[in-house]
């Protein structure tokens, strides 16, 4: 199993300009997790998505959308992007364990918008 | 809602000595608590979690936590680190009703020295 996998590792934006990133899982969870993390704040939930065709806003949404492709894929978009979007981005997933929900995280993505 | 607060941003320690990092929640509910570790340039991986029963849970790599309800409290202990545990670590916490959401805290670097 390949787990939680994200491309691109690494990109460089214009300010204005849009790209997608992707995300895979190949555990068949449920629920699957955007996130982006900035030093000194930890990780934040930017959407969130309980089950294909479902998706929900997490704590900082703005400037980003999302598409719950099919049970294995989520992807991100930032049709605009801003400096303040520079940041690493983590896709995650999740199954119910045990009574809670297990997330597992993929590598990362590193954003940077110049 | 719940937060979580980690009082050290940085820990700086020397091999094989012991260490505390330190994470307080607050909660009006139930709680479910982890601690997940991320080492250099890789996404996070569960080291321990408290669901219920005895409040010492132990993890992987040795780490174990406390659950300390009367302070709302969860520290992360090790007796005697190793250069291979430097990395940062995240507190995170979720609802008893809602155990698909993480908040997390804003980490604590360890950084082991030889």
């Known amino acids: 199993n390949a787990g939680v996998t994200q491309t691109p590792k690494f990109q460089v934006l214009k300010t204005g300009q849009s790209m997608t990133l992707q995300c895979a899982q190949d555990?068949?969870?449920?629920?699957m997790y955007w996130y982006r993390q900035d030093p000194g704040m930890g990780l934040r939930l930017i959407y969130y998505?309980?089950?294909?065709?479902?998706?929900d806003k997490g704590e900082v949404p703005n400037g980003y959308n999302v598409s719950r492709l099919n049970k294995r894929e989520f992807s991100l978009r930032l049709e605009s992007a801003a400096p303040s979007q520079t940041s690493v981005y983590f896709c995650?997933?999740?199954?119910?364990?045990?009574?809670?929900?297990?997330?597992?995280f993929g590598p990362g993505t590193r954003l940077t918008v110049t | 809602a719940q937060s979580v607060t980690q009082l050290d941003s940085q820990v700086p320690v020397f091999e094989e000595a012991p260490v505390e990092l330190r994470c307080n929640y607050s909660?009006?509910?139930?709680?479910?608590l982890f601690w997940y570790v991320q080492y250099p340039n890789q996404g996070l991986q569960l080291l321990l979690k408290?669901?219920?029963?005895?409040?010492l849970v132990k993890g992987i790599n040795g780490f174990e936590a406390e659950f300390n309800k009367s302070q709302t409290s969860f520290h992360l202990r090790k007796p005697s680190v190793h250069i291979s545990d430097t990395a940062e670590y995240f507190c995170?916490?979720?609802?008893?009703?809602?155990?698909?959401?993480?908040?997390f805290g804003t980490g604590t670097r360890l950084q082991v020295f030889p």
């Open positions: 995650a997933s999740s199954e119910l364990k045990l009574g809670f929900y297990e997330q597992y």
């Open positions: 555990m068949n969870h449920n629920s």
């Open positions: 998505s309980a089950s294909e065709g479902t998706t």
């Open positions: 909660s009006s509910v139930s709680v479910y």
């Open positions: 408290y669901l219920s029963g005895s409040t």
């Open positions: 995170a916490v979720s609802s008893f009703y809602n155990t698909d959401k993480l908040i």
